[in-house]
């Protein structure tokens, strides 16, 4: 049977060299480790794995503000069918409905049992989705108890909370919008009723917790 090549992206060497000795005890040969996210979507091109691994926080390479995350994006526009797990000892919900939204495969925490890696990355190869039972069990909460304002609000009314999140009052908002400022206060008022927001600080504090500030939406 033909060894399943990965490609694992890890910034820390110790822990590269780990995964890596695991994953061949398991039969899984990992063709390369990239320390750094620089040129990873090129790499993932020319060597072509079954499975690309990459962790989401790199603290090396030529930009410090890209994450694994960005890598997936880029490598997933130019080959959609592209087979990538995010692996990653963080189980941010941003982070890993984030990472099923831009079209990987499958989140695996780094803490979780090796077979569970070896099934993700197995199953992965076949062109499949993989969750975790842990990730799993997390997105059945967060989708039952889901009070994000992109859920919750309308096209206008999250564009109208996030600006005043980022401090425009109603006349600036509804310049913004090209809508009257009646209309700019209906939205706010209406942001308010459904997310149970009363100041402008409390705005800010949500979209701050959600990343839904311009900052972050730039990234």
């Known amino acids: 049977m033909t ?6 992206a890890e910034d820390h060497r110790l822990l590269a060299a780990g995964f890596r000795l695991e994953l061949l005890e398991h039969g899984i040969d990992v063709v390369d480790v990239s320390y750094t996210l620089d040129g990873l979507a090129e790499k993932f091109t020319f060597l072509a794995p079954d499975v690309l691994v ?23 526009k130019k080959d959609p069918t592209a ?13 890993i409905e ?3 939204e831009i079209g990987v495969l499958a989140f695996v925490l780094k803490d979780e049992p090796t077979n569970v890696l ?12 993989y969750f975790s039972p842990r990730i799993a069990i997390k997105l059945a ?7 994000r304002p992109q859920k919750l609000l309308d096209d206008k009314e999250l564009k109208a909370f996030i ?57």
């Open 3 to 8: 060894k399943l090549k990965v490609l694992l």
């Open 54 to 76: 990459v962790d989401v926080r790199f603290d090396n390479g030529t930009n410090p503000n890209s994450t694994g995350l960005d890598a997936c994006e880029e490598i997933l």
């Open 83 to 95: 087979k990538i797990i995010v692996f990653s000892q963080f189980d941010d919900q941003f982070i």
């Open 98 to 100: 984030k990472t099923y």
């Open 118 to 129: 070896i099934d993700a990355i197995e199953t992965v190869s076949k062109g499949e989705q």
């Open 141 to 147: 909460r967060s989708s039952v108890n889901d009070e």
């Open 163 to 219: 600006l005043h999140a980022d401090g425009a009052n109603i006349n600036e908002i509804a310049d913004q919008m090209k809508i009257t400022s009646k209309t700019a206060g209906k939205f706010l008022n209406s942001c308010k009723l459904k997310l149970n927001l009363d100041s402008q600080a409390d705005f800010t504090k949500m979209a701050l917790q959600y990343r839904l500030t311009t900052l972050d939406r730039k990234k």
